[in-house]
């Protein structure tokens, strides 16, 4: 049985959503990307285990967040895209010092339900636009904190559909990533905070928010920092030292405020981004001789 036809037998048996050839520009903060053969959108954790179950040995599948550190390239996504939403985006306190969070519940959300319940640790990430999922997989944090600082396990499922638990300790993480294995989807995370005085933790969080304000655009079709910053480097400050600032290819350009925020300034096209981002690493390594390694994720196939 091929995939499709696979696909049609599973649909009669969930009610989440599974779309063919769905364009993928509407699920990336670049407003950028060509459709997928298939999206799914399970209903629960058991419709997604029931889904994998089924799709036992198709490996072509990619878990999205809500697309605010991926550039999905013009040819779209020749396999599944899984897209986990509101029944994993679930909050709620664990033994008065721990939030359990499911894996599509936005960092700003959880950070929220920190403050309103006077646990600190979570205020950075009021000014991170990710998911817990997302910010797991690549360690996001920003201001000298990030994930691997809170969080105390991750509940994910394997390709078979079955869920394991894995202890933070049990993980490598290093600066934006970590060693877990890529066939894990994770479903839910539980983090430790510390018990604080609301008033406080507002405070921290404003003066955070207030400087996320001065340092980087927003409102704009970015997917935020497109580099890593070298050891003992800022790659902002690498690419204006390479005469990079104000540099676009059609209608990709790097932000006027902010020199590793790169744009989609309204019809920029994947190679636009990516013929940029070749033409700024060029400059960098050329000029400071550093290899830039990119933040962001790229996925799809090329036209």
């Not at 550039?71 to 779209?76: A, H, P, S, T, V």
């Not at 932000?255 to 060029?282: M, P, T």
Request: a positive charge.
């Amino acid at each position: 049985m091929n995939l499709i036809s696979n696909l049609k037998e599973i649909k009669k048996k969930i009610s989440g959503q599974i779309l063919f050839n769905e364009y993928l520009s509407k699920y990336s903060w670049f407003n950028i990307g060509g459709p997928a053969k298939v999206i799914f959108k399970p209903k629960d954790l058991n419709e997604l285990s029931v889904f994998l179950k089924h799709l036992k040995g198709y490996n072509k599948i990619k878990i999205l967040g809500v697309g605010s550190n991926t550039l999905i390239r013009d040819g779209g996504f020749d396999g599944i895209i899984i897209k986990l939403g509101k029944s994993f985006s679930h909050i709620s306190l664990f033994d008065n010092n721990k939030i359990i969070a499911g894996t599509s519940a936005l960092d700003k959300q959880v950070s929220n339900f920190a403050l309103h319940n006077s646990l600190s640790g979570f205020e950075f990430l009021s000014c991170i636009p990710g998911s817990i999922g997302g910010g797991i997989k690549m360690n996001s944090g920003c201001y000298g904190n990030d994930i691997s600082k809170i969080l105390v396990s991750v509940q994910a499922m394997d390709m078979e559909g079955k869920i394991r638990v894995v202890n933070s300790s049990d993980i490598k993480f290093s600066y934006r990533k970590c060693n877990m294995k890529k066939d894990l989807i994770f479903v839910s995370a539980t983090l430790l905070g510390k018990n604080d005085n609301s008033k406080s933790i507002e405070k921290k969080i404003n003066e955070l928010v207030e400087r996320k304000k001065i340092d980087q655009p927003s409102k704009i079709k970015t997917c935020g920092s497109t580099f890593k910053n070298p050891e003992k480097n800022k790659a902002w400050s690498l690419i204006k030292e390479s005469g990079c600032a104000g540099m676009s290819v059609g209608d990709a350009c790097i932000s006027q405020k902010h020199c590793n925020f790169f744009v989609n300034k309204g019809k920029a096209r994947s190679k636009d981004l990516e013929d940029l981002i070749k033409k700024v690493k060029n400059a960098v390594l050329n000029k400071t001789g550093i290899e830039l390694e990119l933040e962001l994720e790229i996925i799809g196939e090329n036209l």
